[in-house]
């Protein structure tokens, strides 16, 4: 696994703040990885999710660090959305 999966399993788990999310999600960073995304936290993996989010690492590092609004980045096609987007807006106010 990646240094950069790693450290974003740890800062999701973070951001959630030992919550879970409520479905099943997956980050996609273009290049080094999934990250899940589900009841139990984060987890590093690559299965079938209800929403897939895809984007490169600087913008996933954006997202987490409050730099980037998920909403905006998905608007100027930095993010890419699959799935749900119900949740996927969900997922969104967690994340920022």
């Known amino acids: 696994m990646s240094d950069v999966i790693t450290?974003?399993?740890?800062?999701?788990n973070e951001k959630?703040?030992?919550?879970?999310?409520?479905?099943?999600?997956?980050?996609?960073?273009?290049?080094e990885g999934a990250v899940m995304i589900d009841q139990s936290g984060a987890r590093a993996g690559d299965e079938e999710a209800d929403v897939t989010l895809i984007a490169s690492e600087e913008t996933f590092r954006g997202i987490l660090d409050g730099d980037v609004n998920p909403t905006t980045a998905f608007m100027m096609g930095k993010l890419k959305v699959e799935g749900n987007m119900g949740l996927a807006m969900k997922l969104g106010s967690v994340l920022s």
């Open 7 to 12: 450290g974003a399993v740890d800062a999701l």
């Open 16 to 31: 959630l703040g030992g919550r879970g999310f409520d479905g099943l999600a997956k980050f996609v960073i273009r290049d």
